[in-house]
């Protein structure tokens, strides 16, 4: 085949470092068009990007040509200087060491974009370690709770 092709969904979520709320919900916009914005240069375009006060979530169509351990560390380099430059509470902003990624079926993207827009409601009853720890069952991922969170 002289094309290669591809349509690989990724949702992933990572947080802050010691899930620190310090994610202000007037910054969260420009935050996630930033984080949006990193992606589309890495040729994986967002989904959906959606930020709570501790934790990120996105959905991005994985570029052919990177791996997903690439993107995590691209997004996290470039947005964590952006960070830094937004507030002098933020000049040791840092996201946390590890990431979380599932893969997502083309026929549940919608949904999952829904997931990812609604942080806000739902986090109202589920807090994101265990929102975090549900995502891994589900998608049959054993960990060991002394090292998912740092």
């Not at 202000?24 to 916009?29: F, N």
């Not at 935050?31 to 040729?43: K, Q, S």
């Not at 959606?50 to 994985?62: E, I, N």
């Not at 200087?81 to 002098?88: L, Y």
Request: include cysteine; proline fraction near 4%; charged fraction near 25%.
């Amino acid at each position: 085949m002289p094309q290669s092709l591809a349509n690989v969904l990724v949702h992933i979520i990572f947080s802050t470092k010691g899930r620190q709320p310090i994610l202000a919900k007037a910054l969260r916009p420009e935050l996630e068009a930033y984080l949006a914005g990193i992606l589309g240069n890495l040729d994986c375009p967002a989904v959906r990007v959606g930020a709570m006060p501790d934790h990120v979530h996105f959905l991005c169509r994985l570029s052919r040509n990177l791996a997903i351990a690439k993107v995590v560390e691209e997004v996290k380099k470039g947005s964590s200087k952006w960070m830094k430059t937004k507030a002098a509470a933020l000049r040791n902003f840092h996201w946390q060491n590890g990431y979380g990624a599932f893969s997502v079926s083309p026929s549940e993207a919608e949904a999952v974009a829904q997931y990812v827009a609604n942080q806000e409601e739902h986090h109202q009853r589920v807090t994101f370690q265990e929102e975090y720890r549900a995502l891994l069952e589900k998608h049959g991922l054993e960990f060991d709770e002394r090292y998912v969170w740092d």
